[in-house]
T-cell receptor
Framework: QKEVEQNSGPLSVPEGAIASLNCTYSDRGSQSFFWYRQYSGKSPELIMSIYSNGDKEDGRFTAQLNKASQYVSLLIRDSQPSDSATYLCAVKPHNDMRFGAGTRLTVKP | ETGVTQSPTHLIKTRGQQVTLRCSSQSGHNTVSWYQQALGQGPQFIFQYYREEENGRGNFPPRFSGLQFPNYSSELNVNALELDDSALYLC???????????????FGNGTRLTVT
């Protein structure tokens, strides 16, 4: 079982729609969860962090965490073509951060 | 605020050679982590340095080694390069190792290594 699992996609949504990205993790002791966005050929950039069960909103982005189900998600409202990128889920069970393989999102105008 | 900087940006090496990649951490950050990202994959954890000591290591062979200097900058050394070492190498800094569980990583632009 992989430490962090994501659907590789590609996920395609029309402009203005809600994009939903999902992630599961294996280490129940994990305390910190992050979403990174990575444009092609670039390095990952931090979008959201979440540490407690429930929802956390930041602009068009909402992160959701359910530790009992070992599940993290990211919702992107009013998706824009500029949101087209690979989204990486990351989990920090100890000192180091572990990443999923990423979900490629395409937002079509 | 100065971000994470990596050098060089691109590198081409021959199988069997050795390579050194360099990283300067973001100001105020004392922990540096190194990741390998193959095409189409997520970043894979190589190791982390905190206070000049290795503070965790992923599933990479000993020919991957590193250093951290008193100014928190870091080097990644890879000996006996193999074709499969071709990847994007990412350096990331954070505020605290050890108990810094909530500290996010801030990435540099990476070094693209090609082994022929």
């Amino acid at each position: 079982q992989k430490e962090v699992e994501q659907n590789s996609g590609p996920l395609s949504v029309p402009e203005g729609a809600i994009a939903s990205l999902n992630c599961t993790y294996s280490d129940r002791g994990s305390q910190s969860f992050f979403w990174y966005r990575q444009y092609s050929g670039k390095s990952p950039e931090l979008i959201m962090s979440i540490y407690s069960n429930g929802d956390k909103e930041d602009g068009r982005f909402t992160a959701q965490l359910n530790k009992a189900s070992q599940y993290v998600s990211l919702l992107i409202r009013d998706s824009q073509p500029s949101d087209s990128a690979t989204y990486l889920c990351a989990v920090k069970p100890h000192n180091d951060m572990r990443f999923g393989a990423g979900t490629r999102l395409t937002v079509k105008p | 605020e100065t971000g994470v900087t990596q050098s060089p940006t691109h590198l081409i090496k021959t199988r069997g050679q050795q390579v050194t990649l360099r990283c300067s951490s973001q100001s105020g950050h004392n922990t540096v982590s190194w990741y390998q990202q193959a095409l189409g994959q997520g970043p894979q954890f190589i190791f982390q340095y905190y206070r000049e000591e290795e503070n965790g290591r992923g599933n990479f062979p000993p020919r991957f080694s590193g250093l951290q200097f008193p100014n928190y900058s870091s080097e990644l050394n890879v000996n006996a390069l193999e074709l499969d070492d071709s990847a994007l190498y990412l350096c990331a800094s954070s505020e605290a190792g050890g108990s810094g569980v909530n500290s996010p990583l801030h990435f540099g632009n990476g070094t693209r290594l090609t082994v022929t």
